[in-house]
């Protein structure tokens, strides 16, 4: 059976523990506060890798993403290849004002070109200056963190692997080469240098090798 008051008692307990505290109060903005890697700041745009896809704007359950591009014609390449048509960015902005912050345009788009930033310093006083246009989110791609290494035990990413495999073949390659000795040379000496060599008598000039090894024969007409 529970006495009467013992929570009252436990409550007040707390308090005067926390009331001999020293309290710890950053000072914003003076101190900046330590967010973690993941947080869910603002979005950050790498437009070298944005197709104009249209992906992100699609999913967008919101409809905050604004896309406008162009068609542009890309000669051949080769002589007699044909000419291609792409898409050129004109215009990528979001309006933050009704973002809700649910990530699925990160995620869906299929070229790495949204990245979480924790960036969060981005108030205004008109909802209209909530629509940050392409500059202003390339801006803050460079204040995207760098992704978490890998767990001890994980996979090898295939681009890393195929990467490494590559280099060390071509170095292994190089080092058979410097260590194999060079070739002798496949040209057989001239018979002269031969008998030369071996100090043998040459044969005069103007005789061929048949009349040089064949003994003369005398008496015959």
């Known amino acids: 059976m529970a006495i009467p008051g013992s929570g009252l008692a436990k409550g007040l307990a707390v308090t005067l523990r926390t009331m001999t505290r020293k309290s710890v109060t950053a000072q914003y903005p003076d101190t900046q506060p330590d967010?973690?890697?993941?947080?869910?700041?603002?979005?950050?745009?790498?437009?070298?890798?944005?197709?104009?896809?249209?992906?992100?704007a699609r999913e967008c359950p919101d409809w905050c993403i604004y896309i406008d591009s162009?068609?542009?014609?890309?000669?051949?390449?080769?002589?007699g290849g044909r000419e291609r048509s792409r898409n050129v960015l004109d215009r990528f902005a979001i309006d933050f004002s009704l973002c809700m912050y649910c990530g699925i345009c990160i995620e869906v788009c299929p070229f790495d070109a949204l990245f979480w930033s924790p960036e969060f310093e981005y108030a205004e006083t008109d909802i209209r200056d909530l629509t940050?246009?392409?500059?202003?989110?390339?801006?803050?791609?460079?204040?995207?963190?760098?992704?978490?290494?890998?767990?001890?035990?994980?996979?090898?990413?295939k681009e890393i692997a195929a990467a490494r495999k590559t280099a060390e073949k071509l170095a292994a390659q190089q080092q058979a080469a410097a260590a194999e000795p060079p070739a002798p040379s496949t040209t057989e000496p001239h018979a002269d240098e031969q008998a030369r060599a071996a100090g043998q008598p040459t044969r005069p000039a103007g005789e061929s090798k048949q009349q040089t090894d064949q003994p003369k024969q005398e008496g015959r007409e």
């Not at 940050?132 to 990413?157: F, I, N, Q, S």
């Open 35 to 56: 967010l973690p890697p993941r947080t869910r700041g603002v979005i950050g745009l790498f437009e070298e890798n944005c197709t104009v896809c249209m992906l992100c």
């Open 132 to 157: 940050h246009e392409r500059d202003k989110l390339r801006e803050w791609m460079w204040t995207v963190p760098a992704p978490p290494a890998l767990d001890p035990g994980a996979e090898e990413p």
């Open 70 to 79: 162009h068609k542009e014609t890309v000669p051949a390449a080769t002589p």
